[in-house]
């Protein structure tokens, strides 16, 4: 045998090598062959679909959280009011006290907070100081949630500050939506919450949705052409060819970042219902993990047409964050110390507000 050959023959041996450790290590790390979907997506197959009735939309068009749902025992100490929210009965709040209004999705739910009837940045603020803190956050909640809630909430409940916690890695809106009373956008579930409506289709039930997503768009299915059956054999080659896939939504996600005037016109909304009720508004920016080590000015910068937006630049609050504050994805969320440095952020902005006012 020549040199040559020899020489091809360990080369070839030692790809084939590393590749088949990389298709076991994707496969530890929980990439099996044929999933295709983004690292970020909380979404899981199961044997059985199983709705789940832990969150409802209501006659407002909100979706908030049933108080009658058999929480599972690692929520035990939850306590939702009769309206849906992590927060006392409204009746119940303290008039004497300064009223501060969070609005927000699954970050000011206190999602992945240990334990989290109790260790959220709300629950901490309600805890540490003399503040009444309501918590309207709610996951799957975007920007027109957000806005309906402030119409019945702010006049009603009168609070002295409003903060909308805004999330990049979802809060910038691709379309437009409106509320409808009793009618869901999300199917939740025991594979995850589902989208009623993906890549411009409509799915009437949870089940269609789901086998949307398992057999068409996040992983490769029974209607795959040969090319793709070959790759849905193995997990170092599904992860390869989902390159093109997340291609696309990074150009979409550009687009989107350049042309903010849907979510705009939401927040906008929110401030002038704010300003007809002679509430102090605030917007907190809550980055994705992957830009949480970046400077604000760098934030200001790739975010400009939102954060510099002249109707709203005043009201923006951008604390600066880091990595080590998030849980890791597919969760994403804040860790305890995110919320612990949330709270501690906020606290420290409402002393310096209520001293000077």
Known sequence: MSERTKRILFQFSFVLVACIIIEVILRFMGY??????????????????KET??????????VVANPEYDWPKQLGLLKINSDGFRSPEFEEHDSTKKKI??????????????????????????NETNYEVVN???????????????????????????????F??????????????????????????????????????AQSTYNYITLQKYYIGNTASVFEKIISKSSLLSRLYSIRFRVKEKIEYER?????????????????????????????LIVEIKEADMKVDEIKEKYANLLLDSDLAGNWMI??????????????????????????YLKSYLNKEFKDN
């Open 136 to 166: 309207t956050g709610i996951p799957t909640a975007d920007p027109p949630q957000y806005l309906g809630v402030a119409k019945k909430y702010i006049p009603e409940l009168k609070p002295d500050i409003v903060f909308v916690m805004f």
């Open 319 to 344: 604390p600066e964050c880091q990595k080590q504050l998030f849980n890791d994805y597919p969760d994403g969320h804040l860790n305890n110390q995110g919320h612990r440095y949330y709270a501690t």
């Open 168 to 205: 990049l890695g979802n809060d910038l809106m691709k379309e437009d939506r409106k509320l409808t009373p009793d009618s869901l956008f999300f199917y939740f579930t025991n594979a995850g919450a589902l989208q009623t409506d993906i890549d411009g289709k409509h799915f009437a039930s």
């Open 101 to 126: 209004l969070f609005i927000g999705d699954s970050f000011t739910w206190g999602h992945s907070s240990e334990p989290i009837w109790d260790s959220s940045f709300t629950d901490i603020l309600r």
């Open 32 to 49: 099996k062959p044929g999933d295709i979907k983004p690292n970020w997506l909380n979404f899981h197959p199961v044997d059985t679909l």
């Open 53 to 62: 009735d832990n969150f409802y939309v209501n006659k407002y068009g909100l």
């Open 256 to 284: 989107i970042r350049k042309d903010t005037h849907i979510t705009k016109k939401y927040l906008k909304e929110i401030k002038k219902v704010c300003e007809q009720n002679q509430v102090n508004f605030r917007i907190v």
